[in-house]
Each structure stands twice: as C-alpha cells, then as structure tokens.
Nanobody
Framework: QVQLVESGGGLVQPGGSLRLSCAASGIAFTFYAMAWYRQAPEKERELVASITSGSGMTNYADSVKGRFTISRDDAKNTVYLRMDTLKPDDTAVYSC??????????WGQGTQVTVSS
C-alpha cells in the first residue's frame, strides 16, 4: 500500500525553526514530484513548496520564500521541509503530497505546526 508519513511538527516560538520529514513507501519515489501543503483553521489549503522528480527544481509560495527550504533524498524515499524564522501565520497542518503525471496523487495524514509564544 501507498503511505506518506509526516513527522517533525510541534510547538515552536516565533523566530524558531523546525524540519518536517515525509517518508514515502509503496511508490517509485524517484519518479514523483513532491510537495508540502498547509491548511490553517478556516483557511483554504495552500501549496507551500514543491520539488520536481528529475532536476530537483523547487518552487515556493511567496509567503515562505527565503525562509523555507524543500529538499529530497531519493535514497531514503524522503522529502523534507526546513522552516526557519517561523511566524504565527505559519501555524497550520502541514501535509505531504506525491504526484506522478496528472492522475497519480497521494497525500499524507498531516502534522501540526504551531508557532506561538
């Protein structure tokens, strides 16, 4: 079965850092584009960052550009999201997403990130 399992979420103070991990199984990970989404209460789900399967090209939402870094380790079937200079507005459930073409898409269960003093 396909599984995407996130970890690394938690409570952090404003200005702090966290690194999220998403471990994939049941897919040919190296061929999948990976992404992180987030959803805060009463807000729409938004794409935070993505990374392609081949060249490793990355894209970021304007709100996190310069603060977040997405990376992948194909040998470990894992994608990461390094989050620095965290703000209260970053508080959300962060979910891992895998995509192959336009039809094969999988989601993780999500991990809570709370930025608060």
């Amino acid at each position: 079965q396909v599984q995407l399992v996130e970890s690394g979420g938690g409570l952090v103070q404003p200005g702090g850092s966290l690194r999220l991990s998403c471990a994939a199984s049941g897919i040919a990970f190296t061929f999948y584009a990976m992404a992180w989404y987030r959803q805060a209460p009463e807000k729409e789900r938004e794409l935070v960052a993505s990374i392609t399967s081949g060249s490793g090209m990355t894209n970021y939402a304007d709100s996190v550009k310069g603060r977040f870094t997405i990376s992948r380790d194909d040998a470990k079937n894992t994608v990461y999201l390094r989050m620095d200079t965290l703000k209260p507005d970053d508080t959300a459930v962060y979910s891992c997403h895998a995509r192959f073409g336009e039809t094969l898409r999988y989601w993780g269960q999500g991990t809570q990130v709370t930025v608060s003093s």
